[in-house]
Protein backbone atom coordinates (compact mmCIF):
# COMPACT_ATOMS: atom_id res chain seq x y z
CA UNK A 1 0.00 0.00 0.00
CA UNK A 2 1.92 3.26 -1.42
CA UNK A 3 0.12 6.33 -0.47
CA UNK A 4 1.05 9.54 0.51
CA UNK A 5 -1.42 11.47 2.58
CA UNK A 6 -1.66 14.63 3.36
CA UNK A 7 -3.43 15.43 7.10
CA UNK A 8 -4.33 18.55 8.00
CA UNK A 9 -2.68 18.21 11.51
CA UNK A 10 -0.63 15.33 12.95
CA UNK A 11 -2.62 12.39 13.76
CA UNK A 12 -4.01 12.20 17.54
CA UNK A 13 -4.25 8.29 18.17
CA UNK A 14 -0.54 7.23 19.07
CA UNK A 15 -0.03 3.82 17.66
CA UNK A 16 2.45 0.98 18.58
CA UNK A 17 4.49 2.59 16.21
CA UNK A 18 3.25 6.12 15.62
CA UNK A 19 3.14 7.40 11.61
CA UNK A 20 6.34 10.26 11.27
CA UNK A 21 5.38 13.36 9.99
CA UNK A 22 7.24 14.01 6.60
CA UNK A 23 7.65 10.36 6.70
CA UNK A 24 4.56 8.81 6.42
CA UNK A 25 2.49 11.94 6.02
CA UNK A 26 2.54 15.58 5.18
CA UNK A 27 1.25 17.82 7.78
CA UNK A 28 -0.99 20.90 6.12
CA UNK A 29 -0.57 22.29 9.68
CA UNK A 30 -4.57 23.02 9.97
CA UNK A 31 -5.14 22.17 13.55
CA UNK A 32 -8.64 20.86 13.72
CA UNK A 33 -8.99 19.76 17.58
CA UNK A 34 -9.67 22.55 19.44
CA UNK A 35 -12.55 23.22 17.68
CA UNK A 36 -14.24 21.80 14.64
CA UNK A 37 -13.03 23.76 11.91
CA UNK A 38 -10.14 26.18 11.32
CA UNK A 39 -10.00 29.58 10.44
CA UNK A 40 -10.52 30.53 6.55
CA UNK A 41 -7.21 31.92 6.16
CA UNK A 42 -5.25 28.47 7.08
CA UNK A 43 -7.76 26.59 4.92
CA UNK A 44 -6.22 29.36 2.26
CA UNK A 45 -3.04 28.26 2.90
CA UNK A 46 -3.80 24.06 1.50
CA UNK A 47 -4.15 24.60 -2.40
CA UNK A 48 -0.11 26.09 -2.36
CA UNK A 49 1.05 23.46 0.26
CA UNK A 50 -0.24 20.77 -2.19
CA UNK A 51 1.00 22.02 -5.29
CA UNK A 52 4.61 22.88 -3.44
CA UNK A 53 4.48 18.95 -2.58
CA UNK A 54 3.14 18.23 -5.97
CA UNK A 55 6.19 19.90 -7.70
CA UNK A 56 8.66 17.81 -5.33
CA UNK A 57 8.21 14.13 -6.73
CA UNK A 58 11.16 12.52 -5.05
CA UNK A 59 10.18 13.33 -1.73
CA UNK A 60 6.40 12.39 -2.39
CA UNK A 61 8.09 8.74 -3.55
CA UNK A 62 10.22 8.82 -0.24
CA UNK A 63 6.70 9.08 1.55
CA UNK A 64 4.86 6.74 -0.34
CA UNK A 65 7.89 4.16 -0.25
CA UNK A 66 7.83 4.75 3.57
CA UNK A 67 4.20 3.77 3.90
CA UNK A 68 4.28 0.92 2.22
CA UNK A 69 7.11 -0.42 4.39
CA UNK A 70 4.83 0.94 7.08
CA UNK A 71 1.83 -0.95 6.38
CA UNK A 72 3.92 -4.46 5.41
CA UNK A 73 5.63 -4.29 8.81
CA UNK A 74 3.04 -3.28 11.05
CA UNK A 75 -0.86 -3.04 9.06
CA UNK A 76 -0.96 -6.51 7.29
CA UNK A 77 -3.10 -8.46 8.88
CA UNK A 78 -1.04 -11.15 9.82
CA UNK A 79 1.35 -8.19 11.26
CA UNK A 80 -1.94 -6.93 13.23
CA UNK A 81 -2.84 -10.63 14.42
CA UNK A 82 0.84 -10.86 15.56
CA UNK A 83 0.87 -7.65 17.91
CA UNK A 84 -2.46 -8.64 19.17
CA UNK A 85 -1.53 -12.31 19.96
CA UNK A 86 1.60 -10.55 22.14
CA UNK A 87 -0.13 -7.72 23.65
CA UNK A 88 -3.01 -9.80 24.94
CA UNK A 89 -3.36 -11.04 28.66
CA UNK A 90 -4.32 -15.02 28.69
Known amino acids: ?3 C ?3 DQEPPPRWPTPL ?3 TNFLNLDVPTLQSPVASCDRYAEIPTKLEEWLGRDEGLMAVMTANGEYFD ?3 D ?3 VGEHILATSVV
Open 1 to 3: MHA
Open 77 to 79: PER
Open 5 to 7: IAL
Open 20 to 22: AEY
Open 73 to 75: RFV
